[in-house]
């Protein structure tokens, strides 16, 4: 995506609380819209129009303006998207737009590290988007503030006031604070002081981080030279994750370092509803990940096969050959693992917003505890989860190859029954168990999905004659129940071993975790060759719910 850069005419163009002006943009782009921030913008928008909540207020107006965005998108269009999609979802958010909408649209906020040696100055800055060639009709406030773990302010600059959309830069001094986590939080605040846009950076500040990194890249480097990778799978696993995770925390001490709640635009994030799930992860957790990888390198550079040692939870990645990226993704081997036998796999797809963590950490048991890795545990399978790479991908393209490579990476490198590899996802994940599995017969045992369908247009003659359970949340605020039971039905046609259930009392949230004990029951039964259709008709999409 190219930089986009020209004038709109001004007639008529300015933004204002008048369903006519929503449409029309003025101003220079000066920098590209963020491709993850405009898809979660989309997915936000579709999710309340879906909303069968009783009483939720129809949004006619907005009718022409989604239309526009979409016709944006497909034709490449981000820019004019973002800006569309911010002031439907400003519409739904019952926040009229105006000028407020273009300032907070343009501003994006980013901090200059992740990583930080304590008493650094930390850099932070504002940067337009787009810009509107006329001085704002009212003047903004810009408030930065370092937050510690407790939320207590720590350090807090002046309020910047902004007359005109433009870079503003803003420095943070930590002389003094002990080492831990902290947060940047950036305000827009409009001229009668209401907080227009906000957004949080994460950032931690270690005496010792930078140096432990330094030498896990060093030790990568060596790993490389010595020609490690090339003894086994399981060694070309281990070298590239000691390899990924240099790599990724090196760039988190020379940048705002990855993951979705640290990019997002503070509109996106100030527009998000927070009553919908969060299955966004941290990609930085060097209490969890710097310790395996040294441990990992360590072992290596001694000759030894780390991962023939290890089970529970892992952070794993691999060089994929679409690109020669480092792609990660989770793996949790059971307790009684034992590579003396075959084990079943399952393969998990996250959700829109979601990551390789997402399953292991955002889907809980009562307890409070990992539903997957006990479910896992007490059944014994072995569960992969990839990243999809990034969390609004929607398994197309590279997406779709890396669950492929994912699950071949693992059968290559752990003791797995290639005849017992399960795939099951959902929301986006459920439109990805479809997609991926289309035209892959033999790969997959079984199939669940969960809430959700694919992004694009399957060619179901090719999909494989594998059981398929297919499970919906009678309350779904995202996936509507109708949409789901037409869908059911096109299903049904297509796959021989097909059973719809409906969970009557569950939304998006809770079907993700009440499905997965089903979806272990299933796929045990298919294992066991005893699992059969119930043969039970499917709801009429607009019939009362079950």
């Given at each position: 995506m190219g930089l986009a850069l020209f004038w709109v005419p001004l007639l008529h163009a300015q933004l204002s609380e008048k369903p006519e002006t929503w449409t029309k943009v003025e101003g220079q782009y000066v920098t590209d819209a963020d491709r993850e921030s405009v898809l979660f913008l989309m997915a936000q928008i579709q999710a309340a129009q879906a909303d069968p909540a009783p009483g939720r207020k129809p949004h006619p107006e907005v009718g022409e303006a989604v239309q526009?965005?979409?016709?944006?998108?497909?034709v490449g269009n981000w820019n004019a998207a973002a800006r569309l999609f911010a002031r439907v979802l400003a519409v739904y958010r019952d926040q009229p737009p105006g000028e407020w909408l273009e300032v907070a649209s343009s501003l994006q906020f980013d901090v200059d590290r992740r990583i930080a040696a304590p008493g650094v100055t930390l850099h932070a800055r504002l940067e337009p988007r787009f810009v509107l060639g006329r001085p704002l009709k009212t003047p903004y406030r810009a408030q930065v503030m370092l937050l510690d773990a407790q939320g207590k302010v720590v350090v807090e600059r002046p309020a910047e006031i902004l007359q005109r959309l433009e870079p503003v830069d803003f420095s943070l001094r930590t002389s003094g604070l002990p080492e831990g986590s902290y947060r940047?939080?950036?305000?827009?605040?409009?001229?009668?002081?209401?907080?227009?846009?906000?957004?949080?950076?994460?950032?931690?500040?270690?005496?010792?981080?930078?140096?432990?990194?330094?030498?896990?890249?060093?030790?990568?480097?060596?790993?490389?030279?010595?020609?490690?990778?090339?003894?086994?799978?399981?060694?070309?696993?281990?070298?590239?994750?000691?390899?990924?995770?240099?790599?990724?925390y090196a760039r988190a001490l020379e940048g705002p370092g990855p993951g979705l709640s640290n990019h997002l635009t503070p509109l996106a994030l100030t527009l998000a509803d927070p009553k919908l799930p969060n299955y966004a992860t941290d990609p930085i957790n060097p209490e969890r990940d710097l310790p395996m990888a040294e441990w990992m390198a360590s072992e290596l550079l001694s000759g030894h096969s780390p991962l023939a040692a290890k089970k529970g939870d892992l952070r794993l990645a691999y060089l994929s050959a679409v690109d020669?990226?480092?792609?990660?993704?989770?793996?949790?081997?059971?307790?009684?693992?034992?590579?003396?036998?075959?084990?079943?796999?399952?393969?998990?797809?996250?959700?829109?917003?979601?990551?390789?963590?997402?399953?292991?950490?955002?889907?809980?048991?009562?307890?409070?505890?990992?539903?997957?890795?006990?479910?896992?545990?007490?059944?014994?399978?072995v569960v992969a989860a990839p990243s999809g790479r990034g969390p609004m991908e929607y398994y197309t393209n590279a997406s779709r190859k890396d669950v492929l490579d994912v699950a071949e990476r693992v059968q290559e490198s752990f003791s797995i029954d290639s005849k017992q590899v399960f795939l099951a996802g959902q929301g986006s994940g459920a439109g990805g168990v479809m997609s991926v599995s289309m035209g892959e017969p033999g790969r997959f045992a079984g199939l669940m999905a969960v809430g959700?369908?694919?992004?694009?247009?399957?060619?179901?003659?090719?999909?494989?004659?594998?059981?398929?359970?297919?499970?919906?949340?009678?309350?779904?605020?995202?996936?509507?129940?109708?949409?789901?039971?037409?869908?059911?039905?096109?299903?049904?046609?297509?796959?021989?071993?097909?059973?719809?259930?409906?969970?009557?009392?569950?939304?998006?949230?809770a079907v993700g975790v009440t499905s997965l004990a089903m979806g272990f029951d299933f796929f045990d039964a298919v294992r066991a060759g005893k699992w059969k259709p119930s043969g039970k008709p499917l709801p009429l999409p607009n019939s009362p719910r079950n």
């Open positions: 526009m965005a979409y016709q944006s998108l497909s940047v939080r950036y305000q827009l605040l409009d001229s009668e002081g209401k907080v227009r846009a906000w957004a949080t950076r994460e950032v931690l500040l270690s005496p010792s981080m930078e140096k432990r990194i330094r030498a896990l890249v060093e030790q990568g480097r060596k790993l490389a030279a010595a020609g490690v990778a090339l003894k086994s799978p399981a060694q070309a696993l281990a070298v590239q994750t000691v390899q990924f995770m240099g790599d990724l020669q990226s480092m792609q990660s993704f989770r793996l949790f081997l059971p307790p009684g693992y034992d590579a003396s036998k075959k084990w079943p796999l399952l393969v998990l797809l996250h959700d829109a917003g979601g990551d390789e963590g997402s399953y292991f950490e955002r889907y809980l048991a009562k307890d409070g505890g990992s539903q997957v890795m006990t479910l896992a545990a007490e059944r014994g399978y959700g369908q694919p992004l694009e247009v399957l060619d179901f003659s090719k999909a494989p004659d594998v059981p398929f359970l297919f499970v919906q949340g009678g309350a779904d605020e995202i996936f509507s129940t109708a949409t789901a039971r037409r869908l059911a039905f096109v299903l049904q046609r297509r796959y021989k071993q097909f059973e719809y259930v409906e969970d009557a009392s569950s939304n998006h949230a």
